[in-house]
């Protein structure tokens, strides 16, 4: 087990292996919508985190699947951080995770048995403390390892806290720093040391499990957990859903200290500029911006951060959650107001 190296089997791990923002949007306008009932409170309209189903007056199901190929090459730690992502999004409604159920493709030719019991124990130690079982799932033999989950939560509908509600005004936070995808190129490239690993561990298998206590805010208006579209893409979606334009202020967005290293060295992932070439023209950055800079804010976040917009009258209760509920590093990073759905760094 200890020769077998998981990333060697794929091409992008993590949410770095998503379908860049542009050709995704391009696969689902061609889609036929099918069938939309009035029951369904969040659909895929606004490219949302989670699909959200309103059971009856005091509550929604919030409905989500999320899954990808190796971004460490612990077994282990893999199941951990494919598992913590995937309940994120249940978090980022505003809900509380009730079950989930096991998405697993293994190359049963080249992998043991004891590595893929490794990547299932991961995920199901993620379950366990959330405080939720793994119900069933589905198995097939694929030629690079995937694992994820179907996640279900429950929210009350006057809860749900969806993308594209932020208001003019409203201020931003970030619940997590970024780096994650920049530390996940550094380990395929054989330069990231214990601590790096252990930091990167950390903020991936870190539970956004402060959700519903933002959602239970009122003038918590909008949330969005950052994954692999980067920050800057994320951003975008909730501009786009709430018509309005961001600007936020670089130096205060939390940045993981190593992950900051290793960009100005020139590291990152192939997801970065893949990013920056479908959502670039939307993003307005300040002369003498450097590459480094850029390639954090479109840097693919697995299992990132929530993302707050909020009236700035409650914006020291939202730190004051985030800050008591573990996430040191959270802070308020910029504000939104009226004008075209663009992002603005200063």
């Given at each position: 087990?200890?020769?077998?190296?998981?990333t060697?089997?794929?091409?992008?791990?993590?949410?770095?292996?998503?379908?860049a923002?542009g050709?995704?949007?391009?696969?689902?306008?061609?889609?036929?919508?099918?069938?939309?009932?009035?029951?369904?409170m969040?659909?895929?309209?606004?490219?949302?985190?989670?699909?959200?189903?309103?059971?009856?007056?005091?509550?929604?199901?919030i409905?989500?699947?999320?899954?990808?190929?190796?971004?460490?090459d612990?077994?282990?730690?893999?199941g951990?951080?494919a598992?913590t992502?995937?309940?994120?999004?249940?978090?980022?409604?505003?809900?509380?995770?009730?079950m989930?159920?096991?998405?697993?493709?293994?190359?049963?030719?080249?992998?043991?048995?004891?590595?893929i019991?490794?990547?299932?124990?991961?995920?199901?130690?993620?379950?366990?403390?959330a405080?939720?079982?793994?119900?069933?799932?589905?198995?097939?033999?694929?030629?690079e390892?995937?694992?994820?989950?179907?996640?279900?939560?429950?929210v009350?509908?006057?809860?749900?806290?969806?993308?594209?509600?932020?208001?003019?005004?409203?201020?931003?936070?970030?619940?997590?720093?970024?780096?994650?995808?920049?530390?996940?190129?550094?380990?395929?490239?054989?330069?990231?040391?214990?601590?790096?690993?252990?930091?990167?561990?950390?903020?991936?298998t870190?539970?956004?499990?402060?959700?519903?206590?933002l959602?239970a805010?009122?003038?918590?208006?909008?949330?969005?957990?950052v994954?692999?579209?980067?920050?800057?893409?994320?951003?975008?979606e909730?501009c786009?859903?709430?018509?309005?334009?961001?600007?936020?202020?670089?130096?205060?967005?939390?940045?993981?200290?190593?992950?900051?290293?290793?960009?100005?060295?020139?590291?990152?992932?192939?997801?970065?500029p893949?990013?920056w070439?479908?959502?670039g023209?939307?993003v307005?950055?300040?002369t003498?911006?450097?590459?480094?800079?850029?390639?954090?804010?479109?840097?693919?976040?697995?299992?990132?951060?929530?993302?707050?917009?909020?009236?700035?009258?409650?914006?020291?209760?939202?730190?004051?959650?985030?800050?008591?509920?573990?996430?040191?590093?959270?802070?308020?990073?910029?504000?939104?107001?009226?004008?075209?759905p663009?992002?603005?760094?200063?």
């Amino acid at each position: 087990m200890q020769e077998i190296r998981l990333t060697q089997f794929s091409h992008g791990g993590g949410c770095g292996c998503k379908i860049a923002p542009g050709v995704l949007a391009d696969i689902l306008s061609r889609a036929p919508q099918g069938i939309i009932p009035p029951e369904l409170m969040v659909g895929i309209e606004t490219s949302d985190d989670a699909a959200v189903y309103r059971l009856n007056d005091s509550q929604a199901l919030i409905a989500t699947t999320d899954f990808f190929t190796p971004i460490v090459d612990d077994p282990y730690d893999f199941g951990r951080i494919a598992a913590t992502n995937a309940i994120s999004d249940v978090y980022a409604m505003g809900g509380t995770p009730i079950m989930a159920l096991a998405i697993v493709g293994m190359p049963l030719d080249k992998l043991p048995l004891e590595v893929i019991g490794k990547v299932l124990e991961g995920g199901a130690s993620v379950c366990r403390e959330a405080g939720i079982p793994i119900a069933g799932g589905h198995s097939i033999d694929v030629l690079e390892p995937i694992y994820g989950l179907v996640a279900l939560g429950l929210v009350h509908p006057d809860r749900v806290r969806r993308n594209a509600d932020a208001g003019a005004g409203d201020v931003l936070i970030l619940g997590k720093p970024l780096g994650v995808g920049v530390l996940s190129a550094a380990l395929k490239k054989g330069i990231l040391d214990a601590a790096g690993y252990a930091e990167m561990i950390r903020h991936t298998t870190q539970l956004n499990r402060v959700g519903p206590a933002l959602a239970a805010l009122p003038d918590v208006h909008a949330l969005t957990d950052v994954t692999g579209f980067g920050l800057a893409g994320h951003l975008l979606e909730i501009c786009r859903g709430s018509l309005l334009t961001a600007r936020v202020d670089f130096a205060k967005v939390p940045r993981i200290a190593i992950a900051e290293a290793f960009a100005r060295d020139g590291i990152r992932t192939g997801a970065s500029p893949r990013n920056w070439t479908a959502y670039g023209a939307s993003v307005n950055l300040p002369t003498g911006f450097a590459d480094w800079q850029q390639n954090l804010l479109t840097d693919p976040q697995t299992s990132g951060g929530l993302l707050v917009s909020c009236a700035p009258s409650v914006a020291d209760e939202v730190l004051r959650l985030f800050h008591d509920n573990g996430f040191g590093a959270a802070g308020v990073i910029g504000e939104f107001a009226e004008g075209a759905p663009v992002v603005t760094l200063v």
